[in-house]
């Protein structure tokens, strides 16, 4: 194992990387631009408590990840750093939580200290907790809260057990602000199993009631706040977001029921051939020796990742609280196998991350030599060497680890591919793409009459539009997507144009001002189908159709 200073060193270094990126790459669209402008937007009106985008009621979360981003925002002010840094930061201390976890329940800081490298180089961590997000902060929120169950689980003392069941039901709470039931669900699902295979159930009901009453304390001032301001908020988020999310045939991103095992899987890169020793840990130890913390951290990693396996809307990003428990059990499996004389996890995982930075690099050189008009290399030298150059290094690091075997070596070897990640996705990205036109969208918005009207007819290019121009009030046409229910109210009036009508408004509307609308030119929706513009502008898959004002 390396030394404690060394960690401290690679966690810092890690942890540098997550900042240094969090401004170099554009908004990704839907997701990233969606935050960041209903939190804009809150900053904008002053209103903390109704969530909306477009100045339209949006009821898909609370509140609660939107206060950590304005508040970002009011420090850092209005850019991409600021409204990445909460993920950034929600990573980190999630880092520190699954270190002390890992330590408390384990009594060994060894364990503690490679949990925590583990958390902070998987891949999936660091792709997600660098993005405009909500789910690094419930996870955050998520793994304290198991670490506050925890404490009440070991404590033999009744008023310490009060105590961190009314924590737990506290962070419970404040999950819930963050992402909505799904937040107390997810504990659920793996403590009450814990608890009935201790036979604890007696505890769980008294203790678990009260911190259901905790979780409500916390939550209830906004939530009865935003339900006298919006009453049909509670209704459209239970019902919408929850019951047909989880239920519905037609709900939003249906997958498959194994939907979730590979990105279960990608999301332990560049740690993945230490699952298999992590799950026999888990099983040997939790189940068959009935070992609670290994048994707790295994149910935290099963059960969750069948519930979420269960709803019929599914993205990859669900299942990142799974991670922190499963990083233990990782580091744990790795210091077992190390004291015994044995690093085949270490071993294979090098050997994996070996093919795989192989298969990258091949990759690249293949795009050079036999297709370099591709998007990713053409006009993109620096960034394409770079990445080559880097991809070599580590190459080189985890054949040396391979050949000489030494433990250690190879898992200060498996962080750098984490770096290498980092670098391909900042670096090699053309410029203007179908999600992320962000850099094109801000020199379009800069050079404007400030009295256009603005127009899209991509709903989720709309709010990219808001976040560059600060103007809120961007007129939709075509399809309404997500903005169907909020363009129900009254603030929708005259927002929406369907392609038949949008001639007609669009006359109408030219008498008092220019327009300009923005197209994403994709098969079905292209600049053909819309009246001829006084000049058209393209740049990749997006063009942007100019309006003149005309008088009389």
Known sequence: MPSTRRVWLLWLA??????????????????????????REMLDSGDWVVPRLLRLPYFEKPVGGYWLINTSQLV???????????????????????????????????????????????????????????????????TAALGAFWRAFQTASRGARWSWWSVFGALCGAAFLTKGFVALAVPTVAITPLMLWQRRWRELLGYGAW????????????????????????????????????????AQHPQPFWYFLPFALAMTLPWTGAVPAALRLGWRHGVRAGGPFERLMLLAVLAPLLFFSLAQ?????????????FAILIGNAIVDGLDQGRSLALQWSARLMLGLSSAGLLAVLGLVVFDPSHPDVAGQTGPVVAVGLLLVMWIGMLARTLRRGTGHVAALALLAPSLAVAMQFTWMHPQVTSRMPQDYVREVVARLPADCTLASSSVKLSPLLSWESGRALVVLVGGSGEFTYGLGYPEGRNRHF????FPAWLAAERRERPVVLFV????????????APDRIERSGSMAVLYYDRRVG
């Not at 949990?115 to 929120?141: E, H, I, K, Q, R």
């Not at 209830?220 to 045939?249: C, G, I, K, M, Q």
């Not at 369907?498 to 009508?501: I, R």
């Not at 994403?520 to 009246?531: G, I, K, L, N």
């Open 76 to 142: 850092f002010g209005h850019g991409n750093f600021a409204v990445r840094f909460p993920s950034a930061l929600a990573s980190a201390i999630t880092t520190l939580l699954v270190a002390a976890l890992a330590r408390s329940g384990t009594g060994d800081p060894r364990k503690g200290w490679l949990a925590g490298l583990v958390y902070l180089s998987s891949f999936m961590v660091f792709g997600v907790g660098t993005d405009c997000v909500l789910d690094p902060m419930l996870t955050m929120w998520l």
């Open 520 to 531: 994403q030119d994709s098969v079905a929706d292209r600049p053909e189908r819309f009246p």
């Open 211 to 250: 911190s259901v009453v905790v979780a409500t304390a916390v939550a209830a001032p906004w939530a009865l706040s935003v339900h006298a301001r919006e009453p049909d908020y509670w209704r459209y988020f239970f019902w919408e977001e929850h019951v047909r999310r989880f239920a519905s045939n037609d």
């Open 313 to 325: 809307g599914k993205l990859a990003t669900y299942i990142l609280p799974c991670f922190p428990p």
């Open 14 to 39: 890690l942890l540098l990387a997550y900042f240094a990126v969090l401004g170099c790459r554009p908004l990704r669209m839907p997701d990233e631009v969606r935050y960041a402008e209903i939190s």
């Open 498 to 501: 369907g392609f038949s009508a």
